[in-house]
């Protein structure tokens, strides 16, 4: 059942050409260890992030400059993953998932050991151009190594690892740094990656690399997207910090990257086989789970994102107390994963994915009602329906988009899937950041105006604190501090209320999305061809 016994595919042939009619165990191996791979590499997108100060620190960063330990992962793994499908038809599924996981432990490794920033983003932007090519793939190998039937138990499987990696990482890179070391934050890939290595050579079948492609590739394609993605992501992770368009420097990235799509653009028509198959966005069922998924990217890095800032600036929680209520929706989304083959069975995908963007949006909703008194108690009961939601959604628009497109084209929809999951993260995470700038200070100078000098209860108040602090002069300027400092603590709640408002609203408006999905591929070939 092992990978060594089974034939060899023959070279520059698709993946696969018909599903099999039922799983063997190198199959469902198979599904383990794209799974395992998936949740390795979404781990380290926010594993670093609660030991950022302390990794700073050691290894001699300013704030700024550590902003890339993260931007450097995300910025390479959104650049590699649209050209996954390439890259594996080139080296044969196995053979490149291999060289993937080795490149990312080793990297990992370096990323534990380094004691300079430089080391420190080679590292990470190793850890992204190996960990980006590990989610499309694991996708790839349930479209491909399963049957349609049991396709929603894989799907159940991979998502879940999708949902519980950025929701672990924070819990457990907290833990670690306040255990044991950073350090080991990297150092725990090196078993997994071990394990892995291990399913990967008895799961999947050995296939001939096909040279082919490199000699035939689409080098103005691959050129574009990688242009055109990394200078966007740039764009978007350092766009708040330089003013956005008030700098030349987000005036020379806004270009590059316009210049990069346009090449990807003129290949679609140039290109026998262009590098990254847009027109795949042609057929309306896929079109509609990669639009529903830039959303839900936005909802899942923004929420993970939001909540620790909130608990960290509001109540003060450190890392570790942050990381565990962020880590509630991982719960409801361990019950969603192992009860979605039943969801499958009982719901239509339509019903499944506008139901769970109802309860995202809800969720969130419910977030907007903080105030400057607010607990992680408070986010408990938000958090989890949130968790279900999303599990709900994102498990059926991975399913939905499996079955969009013909079976041949299972390799370049997943990644332009999770291109999509990731993009939508670095959008979101650079609106969140600027709408929040600027609903702080619209806050913050409505509640100056509402306060009347002539209030006789404001005029209490700010007798009271000036005494408390020694009366006289000092005293009153001190009390003006003080309520200056109260202002600014509730304009900076309320500009959190308002990004939980906006995630729900966007939850909410991609529903009817939903109604272009379908339960099969009918269709889907006639409009490929």
């Known amino acids: 059942m092992g990978g060594g016994r089974q034939p060899a595919e023959r070279a520059g042939a698709p993946i696969v050409t018909a599903q099999p009619e039922a799983a063997d165990l190198a199959a469902w191996l198979a599904v383990a260890a794209g799974a395992l791979g998936a949740f390795m590499a979404t781990l380290d997108i926010s594993i670093v992030n609660a030991s950022l100060p302390t990794i700073q620190g050691e290894i001699g960063a300013s704030p700024s400059e550590g902003t890339w330990i993260g931007t450097s992962y995300l910025v390479a793994e959104i650049v590699i993953t649209p050209i996954t499908a390439w890259l594996s038809r080139m080296l044969g599924l196995r053979r490149f998932m291999l060289i993937a996981t080795v490149l990312f432990t080793a990297f990992s490794v370096m990323c534990g050991l380094s004691g300079d920033l430089t080391t420190m983003i080679v590292g990470r932007t190793g850890q992204g151009l190996a960990g980006g090519t590990l989610v499309p793939t694991a996708l790839t190998i349930i479209a491909t190594r399963l049957p349609a039937r049991q396709q929603p138990v894989g799907i159940a499987i991979f998502g879940g690892t999708m949902l519980l990696g950025p929701l672990t990482g924070p819990l457990l890179g907290g833990w ?33 690399p096909d040279w082919s492609d490199l000699r035939n590739a689409d080098w103005l394609g691959l050129f574009g997207m990688t242009l055109g993605l990394g200078c966007l992501t740039v764009m978007l992770e350092e766009g708040h910090r330089e003013q956005w368009f008030e700098s030349g420097f987000i005036i020379r ?43 839900f990217g936005a909802l899942l890095f923004g929420l993970s994102y939001v909540v620790p800032q909130f608990l960290a600036a509001i109540p003060g929680y450190n890392a570790f107390q942050a990381g565990q209520v962020v880590f509630m929706p991982g719960l409801s989304s361990v019950f969603m994963m192992m009860a979605f083959p039943l969801i499958v069975k009982l719901l239509d995908p339509r019903t499944a994915v506008v139901l769970g963007c109802l309860v995202a949006g809800i969720s969130a909703y419910l977030l907007s009602g903080m105030t400057a008194q607010s607990v992680g108690s408070a986010f408990i009961l938000p958090q989890v329906l949130f968790g279900g939601g999303a599990a709900v959604a994102t498990l059926t628009l991975q399913q939905s988009s499996i079955i969009a497109v013909p079976l041949k084209y299972a390799d370049e929809a997943s990644a332009i899937f999770m291109a999509a999951r990731n993009l939508g993260g670095s959008i979101g995470l650079a609106m969140i950041a600027s709408f929040q700038e600027q609903r702080i200070d619209v806050h913050r100078w409505q509640i100056h105006a509402s306060i009347s000098a002539n209030d006789i209860a404001v005029q209490q108040a700010m007798t009271d604190n000036a005494a408390m602090l020694g009366g006289g002069p000092e005293g009153m300027a001190g009390a003006y501090r003080m309520l200056d ?6 304009s900076l709640v309320m500009s959190f209320n308002d990004i939980f408002l906006m995630l729900a609203l966007g939850a909410v408006i991609i529903a009817p ?3 272009l999905l379908r339960g099969d591929r009918s269709g889907s070939a006639a409009v490929m061809h």
Not at 189 to 194: F, K, Q, S, T
Not at 485 to 490: E, H, K, S, T, W
């Open 253 to 295: 990235l806004a270009l590059l990257s316009a210049a990069g799509f346009v090449a990807v653009a003129w290949t679609q028509f140039r290109s026998p086989r262009p590098i990254i198959r847009l027109a795949l966005l042609r057929v309306p069922a896929f079109s509609a789970c990669v639009s529903m998924m830039l959303m």
């Open 485 to 490: 400092g109260q202002v600014r603590l509730d």
């Open 513 to 515: 999305l939903a109604l």
């Open 176 to 208: 670690i740094t306040e255990a044991i070391s950073w350090r080991y934050a990297f150092f725990i890939n090196v078993p997994v990656g071990i394990g892995l290595v291990g399913l990967l050579i008895f799961s999947l079948p050995k296939v001939a």
